[in-house]
């Protein structure tokens, strides 16, 4: 047994996973308390997430379905909200995109550890406008303007060493000349239907609050059990 087999099995020996623990009792939540439409609720936990400097905040976990209907969740970042929705952006060749364009119903979750706190939102992706992805494109570094025409994103690549040699081929196309935003690349919005605000309570005793959109585009406010 190597030496890094022999620490690896004297953690999990020294730490049952089962055993981890964590109590809950920083906030409360209760009806009385939240607001009747849960973009502003969310707003509200956003400030609080932001004032308390939560490390990446914006880190929110995207799941889609594949074509055989298996799930597929990966750690994208949130760019904009509004009262239209969550704004995040990526390749719309990657398999995320063509998930969503074949299935636009996504699911998104925030765990923010530092105030004991989720959102959980499901809702449809939408394609936002091509001069709001030219927008958000031109304000980002250099180095990710250049990164979003060097990644074939999701593809099978043979090594590191090709990606860096793009990224040079790449800056000398680029040189003295603006870097425009690939038509590949670009924004979704995902329009909720609904919202779920957990707060981490003692005893397991979490508080849930389910925001469900109506058809007449009215809110409702459930608790969940825990």
Known sequence: ?????NNIENNIAMKPIGDLRKVYEKETLSESCVAKN??????????DA???KVDEANAMTLATAGEDGAPHARIVLLKGFDKDGFVFFTNYQSHKSLQIIQNPKVSLLFFWRELERQVRIEGTALKISDADSDAYFNSRPYE???GAWVSAQSEIIASREILE??????EKNFEEKTIERPKFWGGFCVQPHSLEF????PG???????????????????????
């Not at 047994?1 to 087999?5: D, V, W």
């Not at 040699?165 to 790449?170: A, D």
């Not at 397991?204 to 825990?226: A, G, V």
């Open 1 to 5: 047994m190597s030496l890094q087999e």
């Open 38 to 47: 849960p973009l502003d609720q969310f707003s509200l936990w956003w400030k």
């Open 165 to 170: 040699n793009k990224v040079k081929e790449m």
């Open 50 to 52: 932001v004032d308390n």
């Open 198 to 201: 957990w707060q981490g309570r």
């Open 204 to 226: 397991r005793l979490h508080d849930r609050l389910l925001y469900s959109l109506k058809e007449d585009n009215k809110w409702t406010i459930s608790r969940l059990s825990p």
């Open 144 to 146: 990710s303007r250049i």
